[in-house]
């Protein structure tokens, strides 16, 4: 059985699903193998639009499975014949790279999340662009809980530009889990819903974002994406300014008024 579904929800909405409830959806070598894939083929993709990532049972991903019986060299590619130390950081870098992969999508992601989200399932929430939470949900920075550093697979980076310094320094060095009421105070998710309406929220702002342009969508999530490290404020700016010039010679600007004044919704062509 596939640790990872994919379901189409609608003509260019997809649904990503963990498939480990039985270990509340555990990062096994398997699982973040084929995450990986998905995520690096949807650059490719030319239907879908945005994604709704989500997990399967009560979990979203209880982090690194460390009860894993397949955790050996040779398990993962370019490790077979490694020693300990060798397949324990290819492991790291294997993982790092399916945060990347999700973090670097060039579609907008969606994390829906069902239940806790600890460890490396924080960071794989941390790095969707939006984050719907389920009443039920819980979040974690336990990474330090192990006795390792609180900064693991990108939460360093991600927690504090999302929940804020202070805020971020203090989940990471006590490995505090926190509810969704909690969550949703510091910024964490965006709202909170039952548990039984939580795929149709995001679908619904799954839709909401399909509305608008390919090209406005694409170079809205990377212009927010590059301006989160800009150097300043008119760093930032030359990168918008760019971005507007493209975007009116793409047509979808004398489309959008165009159905404004004829009272229709947009007919944007695709790029």
């Known amino acids: 059985m596939s640790t990872v579904i994919t379901k189409q929800l609608d003509d260019e909405i997809l649904e990503v699903r963990l498939n480990r409830p039985e270990r509340f959806n555990a990062l096994s070598e398997e699982l973040v193998g084929e995450l990986t ?13 945005v994604v709704i990532l989500t997990g399967e049972g009560r979990g979203f991903c209880s982090g690194a499975d460390l009860k894993s019986e397949d955790s050996q060299a040779g398990s993962i590619p370019g490790t077979e014949g490694m ?3 060798g397949y324990v950081y290819k492991f790291q870098e294997y993982i790092a790279d399916m945060i990347l992969a999700i ?19 924080l960071s794989m929430a941390l790095a969707c662009d939006i ?9 974690g920075a336990v990474y330090i809980k192990t006795g390792l550093s609180g900064c693991d697979v990108g ?4 927690l504090p530009r999302i929940v804020g310094l202070s805020a971020a320094t203090e989940l990471m060095l006590t490995g ?21 309406a939580l795929i149709d929220e995001a679908l619904v702002t799954a839709r909401a974002i399909a509305q608008n342009s390919e090209y406005g969508v694409w170079m809205t999530r990377k212009g927010i994406r590059t301006n989160q ?9 030359e990168l918008e300014n760019r971005q507007q010039v ?13 159905s404004f004044q004829e009272g229709r919704a947009p007919k944007w062509k695709k790029l």
Do not use: T, W
Request: glycine share 10%.
């Open 155 to 158: 939460s360093s980076y991600l």
């Open 37 to 49: 894939e998905v995520f690096k083929g949807l650059n490719r993709d030319r239907q879908n639009r």
């Open 246 to 258: 493209l975007g009116y010679f793409s047509g979808c600007m004398e489309e959008a008024m165009a």
């Open 176 to 196: 505090q889990v926190i509810g969704a009421e909690e969550a949703k105070a510091l910024g964490l998710v965006s709202r909170i819903v039952a548990p039984d």
């Open 83 to 85: 020693g300990e130390l």
């Open 103 to 121: 973090h670097e999508c060039d579609k907008p992601v969606i994390a829906a999340v069902n239940g806790a989200a600890a460890g490396g399932g």
């Open 131 to 139: 984050r719907i939470a389920s009443e039920k949900s819980k979040y």
């Open 229 to 237: 490290d800009a150097p300043s404020l008119r760093h930032a700016m």
